[in-house]
């Protein structure tokens, strides 16, 4: 391979052992490196330089990240701001661009937050709690720290701790007004460090305490947790926002979904019916009730809400199309086939989509596992494009 291609999977293999084995020296050795830092430091260096696949700049940027996360994660030595800094200062020198020192300060930070040191973690975070959400939770947490218990760091006051209180409130203020993103920042080893979920779920439901009217920390709450399959956070975002912003749908679509999605089709339904209440002029709610009534045991549940969707003149196609999906997933091949002929008929200029579910509808008894939860992803993707609708 040398002087052509190398496949990017072989770079990330050899990169991926070398990893392994590095961590493991840093567990075993991590006295030896507290001592000598910067002479392990050269022996990464050296080890990148040396591997026989060529390592893209961000690749090798990101590699050094790791080694600094593994290295803080197990050092003794971190409660020293001058091993710590100077740690830093090596790490980033080992960068090829210098730039990109946001990872190694956040896992500086993120050891000293877990050693109780909220001041001096504060202030390897400063330069970027703006930018991304969970690194401005941290730092707002740092300074709640010190107001609920305290530090024994220089330069902490026990009688500044009110003020410490009100310095995080309004760093989640200020959060919530600039509203960034999540994982601006927060990639790699950061990302999987467990301990790092409760500090960022603190600060955002005691947001939602503090600052009510702002929704942000609802909608960046409700992004986390589906993110991180947390369905307990999920559901207590949910249940807040539903009562305080009664009036915005995306919440009660996110409601909806995830009840669709744990097989609650009864709570699903009572939620469509308030959405069809709430919002009576909007197709939104009726098409949950046609892909809810789906999976329906009786033909009446979908038949009613395919009379409500012809009263709201619900688009013709999205209206075929449903009744495809429902007599495939009733096993209806002659009705599916109908629906299509009508379909394409009435509609030739989506010609490309019916021919493509003609082909993989065409044999009922040839469907592999899965077959109907396809159709039904697909149809839906196509009908929410369709109508406008959201993804949750």
Known sequence: MAGGFIPEIVVSDRLDKAKVEIFSFIETNAEAIDENFPSFFGRIATILERTDVPIPDQVHDEFIDAVVYHVFNVSRRASDPRFVSRVCDVAIGLKRNKERRASVHLAAAVKLMKIGMPIAAAAYLKPYWKRDAAVGCWYAHCYYTLYKEGSAE????????????????????????????????VRGEIEGDTWLVEPFWVMIFLATEWIPDNRWFLQI??????????????????????IRFSEDISFYREAYHLKFEQGDLGDALNFIHDMIEKFPDDL???????????????????????????????????????????????????????????????YPSMNYY???????????????????????????????????????
Not at 162 to 184: F, H, I, T, V
Not at 365 to 382: T, Y
């Open 354 to 392: 019916s021919d493509l579910l003609r082909f993989v509808t065409a044999d009922v008894s040839a469907r592999p596992d899965g077959f109907n939860r396809v159709i039904f992803n697909s149809v839906d993707h196509f009908c929410k494009r369709m109508l406008k609708i959201g993804e949750p």
């Open 284 to 346: 939104e709610p009726i098409y949950y009730g046609l892909r809810t009534a789906l999976y329906l045991p009786r033909d009446a549940e979908y038949n009613e809400f395919r009379r409500l969707a012809e009263e709201v003149k619900m688009p013709g196609h999205v209206l075929h199309l449903t009744d495809y999906v429902y007599a495939v997933l009733r096993r209806r091949q002659r009705q599916a086939e109908l629906s299509l002929d009508e379909f394409q008929k009435k």
């Open 221 to 242: 709450g409700i992004s986390r947790a589906k993110q991180d399959k947390n369905d307990v956070a999920l559901v207590k975002m949910l249940q807040i926002a539903l």
């Open 154 to 185: 220089p330069g902490y006051s026990a009688a500044e701790r009110w003020n410490y209180l009100k310095s995080a409130r309004q760093y989640m203020d200020e959060l919530g007004q600039l509203r960034p993103g999540l994982q601006r920042l």
